[in-house]
């Protein structure tokens, strides 16, 4: 039963345009979303976040939508570099359980073609 | 360093093993996590401390896994008899203190890559 889920294993992007990377969570407790970019042999890093009382949140070249009602969150990357080729996850969390773990989706792997 | 660090990097035991995997959290952050993540998965929740005090072991698959804290800094995750299911890649990650923090970011390690043969 996942909670949280990427249901696009991959995308491709052409260098300068729109990256959108979504996500769906089924849990209506989760209340803090997350995405985490993770390189090969390395741990993921925080890239943005969301609570749930906001429907976007924006940071340089990426933003966070959320469409509580949908039970949907996704990323948006523009302009998309080829550095930001990686895998990101989509994590949730509810922070009225009280251990502050993150249920995260399986990934997506986001190649941005020069 | 100012990151989390995980040693060793990469284990390679033979089924039965006992493996002890270390954690150096971020100095001064309070939480700490230990994650495990398969083949084409995402990582899953296995053990979240607050200080020295190991406040959620739900996700510890099994009585064959262990963690502690004793000084409420390092940790160590150990894994007795192990098993070829156990291969995955363990994560450490720690955070400041989230009855405090605006966010609930933790930071992560690179990981330790166990393999079970």
């Known amino acids: 039963d996942q909670q949280v889920k990427q249901n696009s294993p991959s995308l491709s992007v052409q260098e300068g345009r729109i990256s959108i990377l979504n996500c769906d969570y089924t849990?209506?407790?989760?209340?803090?979303f997350l995405w985490y970019k993770k390189y090969p042999a390395e741990g993921p890093t925080f890239l943005i976040s969301i609570s749930s009382i906001k429907d976007k949140n924006e940071d340089g070249r990426f933003t966070v939508f959320l469409n509580k009602s949908a039970k949907h969150l996704s990323l948006h990357i523009v302009p998309s570099q080829p550095g930001d080729s990686a895998v990101y996850f989509c994590?949730?969390?509810?922070?009225?359980?009280?251990?502050?773990?993150?249920?995260f989706g399986k990934g997506t792997k986001l190649s941005v073609i020069p | 360093g100012a990151g989390v660090s995980q040693s060793p990097r990469y284990k390679v035991a033979k089924r039965g093993q006992d493996v002890a995997l270390r954690c150096d959290p971020i100095s001064g952050h309070v939480s700490l996590f230990w994650y495990q993540q398969a083949l084409g998965q995402g990582p899953e929740f296995l053990t979240y401390f607050q200080n020295e005090a190991q406040l959620d072991k739900s996700g510890l698959p099994s009585d064959r896994f262990f963690a502690e804290r004793p000084e409420g800094s390092v940790s160590t995750l150990k894994i007795q008899r192990t098993q070829q299911e156990d291969s995955a890649v363990y994560l450490c990650?720690?955070?400041?203190?989230?009855?405090?923090?605006?966010?609930?970011?933790?930071?992560f390690g690179p990981g330790t890559r166990l393999t079970v043969t």
């Open positions: 994590a949730a969390e509810d922070s009225g359980a009280g251990s502050y773990q993150l249920t």
């Open positions: 849990n209506s407790m989760f209340d803090y």
């Open positions: 990650a720690s955070s400041f203190d989230n009855l405090a923090a605006s966010s609930y970011e933790q930071y």
